[in-house]
């Protein structure tokens, strides 16, 4: 029987905590923050219908960053491109989702990107 780490169902609770108050539609869909060691993941769902809208992370190939970036830099540059997608897609108004994640380091640099970028929250 595999053990679970307590910090990864801490956060699964404050995950649920937070869905049971916010929801995307399809006028204000949810932009969602997916941090791992190593990469950063922001994707913009539209709960009602069920469908990602535009997604983007540091694995994807459009995203290049000069190589002594650091990962909140990173963070900030995916922030900036998925509101440009989102524009693409004729989104200017979102949730921010920050996936029972602190808000701070990377979560915060995204967000501020994704602001710069022209995304309301």
């Known amino acids: 029987m595999a053990k679970t780490n307590p910090r ?3 956060r699964a609770k404050r995950v649920r905590r937070i869905r049971k108050k916010i929801t995307g539609t399809s006028e204000r869909p949810r932009l969602r ?3 791992s060691n190593k990469h950063i993941y ?3 769902i539209d709960d009602v219908a ?3 809208l535009a997604a ?3 694995i994807d190939k459009e995203f290049a960053v000069g190589d002594d970036a650091s990962k909140t830099g990173a ?3 995916v922030g900036m491109k998925i509101a440009e997608r989102a524009k693409a897609a004729g989104i200017e108004d979102v949730i921010f989702d920050r996936g029972g994640y602190i808000y701070h380091g990377r ?3 995204l967000s501020e990107g994704a602001r710069e970028g ?3 929250f």
């Open 8 to 10: 990864t169902v801490a």
């Open 33 to 35: 923050v997916f941090k």
């Open 42 to 44: 922001a994707q913009i």
């Open 50 to 52: 069920g469908r990602t």
């Open 56 to 58: 983007m992370s540091t």
């Open 75 to 77: 963070a900030k540059a």
């Open 107 to 109: 979560v915060k640099s």
């Open 118 to 120: 022209g995304l309301k």
